[in-house]
């Protein structure tokens, strides 16, 4: 009873009408926060973009992808012998339209065959910012954006500057967290350094963390888009004699209350930042919409950017649980950790970096469901030229050893040790 495809599904697919009708309402919403701050002529209006398209070549890990309904891990499918294929990964474009001096619209679009649409949206919204020459320093932004939690996603559609696949703390902020609705953050600078504060109210997030009772942690670099939807394990749904295969519709209000976040930053010119924030869905754990059921969040997650010399280091922990009470008979708890430290360096035109993280779920339920508890760790390895200053060419290799005793129920050996490597080359504009 935990979740079934959405309404609109017919065949596994989203018809034509429903996807239209929800690009139609996603475009009247974001009109509908740029109307109220468009005062400025067209001709002051400051239009910037940047973007990628990236091609690869992938050798897959031994194990079939959760992205294809299996256990395994990473993103791109294994279990066979085909060895490694050229693909076709993404071309995404980042944009922002100045109206005025203190306002912008910001959005990021993607093409990516694999979508459930072809062409989505990844963020669009709505930015405040006022100019400030004082010690204060204030922001609102509205619409659907992602919460401020990653160290590592600062570049052109939420990719790293550092490796290909971000971690698993990461991966699942970008498939399961989008922020749609409010944020507002105040920022004191001060003489060598800042404090700031930051706020936000959201809804359409009930579903998040059904993958991580469901499946678990994995690391993978498709952070979901807007209209798109999340393919669930088969084990998983098999067990609940559901049709195959089953999809979970991440943005999705369940429950009359929205969710909200609150966080801190502290900034130390030369020595570095540390971050915290504290999130909490309010989903409804026994509300029902699209046959899927609220999964109530909640996790406090820690981060570190800091140096020694010219090695940059980031360090990210994070830990909560989620929870579901579908019927009277049941409840199902899920405790969720992971923590990585990543280290890397510039040489010119190349760059080093080298991640190690763990991470691990202990669930605990009634009735006869078999037990999906995990732990893990993984390294990543990886290396990038930039030869010219619309080329990037970047070589990984990502190790993962999990332990999922749901891989029991599906006739696999509950240890799994997965290897993938990548080698991407991205043309930026």
């Known amino acids: 009873m935990r979740h079934n495809p959405a309404v609109s599904d017919v065949g596994g697919t989203m018809t034509t009408g429903g996807c239209c009708r929800r690009l139609l309402r996603l475009g009247l919403a974001l009109l509908a926060l740029i ?4 005062r400025a002529p067209a001709a002051a209006q400051e239009i910037t973009y940047n973007g990628l398209v990236d091609g690869r070549v992938v050798d897959p890990s031994n194990q079939r992808s959760w992205m294809r309904g299996g256990l395994g891990k990473l993103r791109f499918n294994g279990g066979g012998d085909s060895g490694p294929e050229a693909v076709f990964d993404q071309a995404t474009v980042d944009g922002k339209i100045g109206i005025g001096p203190d306002v912008a619209v910001l959005g990021t679009l993607r093409f990516e065959p694999t979508q459930r649409t072809e062409i989505d949206m990844l963020e669009g919204y709505v930015r405040y910012q006022p100019l400030s020459s004082g010690p204060w320093r204030a922001r609102a932004k509205a619409g659907a954006f992602f919460p401020p939690i990653s160290l590592e ?3 052109i559609g939420w990719t790293s500057p550092w490796t290909l696949t971000p971690s698993a703390i990461n991966s699942w902020v970008g498939e399961e967290l989008r922020t749609i609705g409010g944020e507002s953050s105040a920022q004191w600078r001060y003489d060598g350094g800042s404090l700031e504060a930051t706020g936000a109210l959201f809804g359409w997030a009930g579903p998040a963390g059904t993958l991580l009772s469901d499946r ?6 498709k952070p979901t888009g807007l209209l798109d939807r999340l393919r669930l394990p088969d084990v998983v749904e098999r067990r609940q004699r559901k049709t195959l295969p089953q999809y979970e519709e991440p943005f999705l209000q369940i429950g009359g209350s929205p969710g909200w976040y609150a966080g801190s930053a502290w900034r130390i010119d ?15 754990t026994s509300a029902f919409r699209n046959n899927q059921v609220g999964w109530r969040t909640k996790f406090n997650s820690v981060g570190i950017d800091t140096g020694i010399g010219d ?6 922990a994070m830990a909560g649980n989620t929870e579901i009470d579908p019927t009277a008979n049941f409840h199902s708890n899920t405790w969720f950790h992971s923590a990585y430290l990543l280290a890397g360096r510039y040489f010119g035109d190349w760059s080093v970096a080298g991640r190690l993280e763990f991470f691990g779920t202990r669930e605990r339920h009634d009735g006869g469901t078999p037990e999906l508890s995990e732990h893990g760790h993984a390294g990543t390895l990886a290396v990038s030229w930039r030869p010219l200053r619309m080329l990037k060419i970047t070589g990984e290799a990502l190790r ?4 999922r005793l749901d891989r029991i129920n599906a006739g696999l050996d509950p240890r799994a040790v997965e290897n993938q490597y990548q080698i991407s080359a991205r043309v930026l504009f």
């Open 35 to 38: 109307c109220p701050f468009w």
């Open 153 to 155: 996603n600062e570049g």
């Open 216 to 221: 678990g942690w994995a690391l993978g670099d």
């Open 270 to 284: 030369g020595l570095g930042r540390i971050a915290f924030l504290h999130y909490d869905n309010e989903a409804d």
């Open 311 to 316: 090695v940059v280091l980031l360090a990210q």
């Open 400 to 403: 993962v050893e999990s332990y």
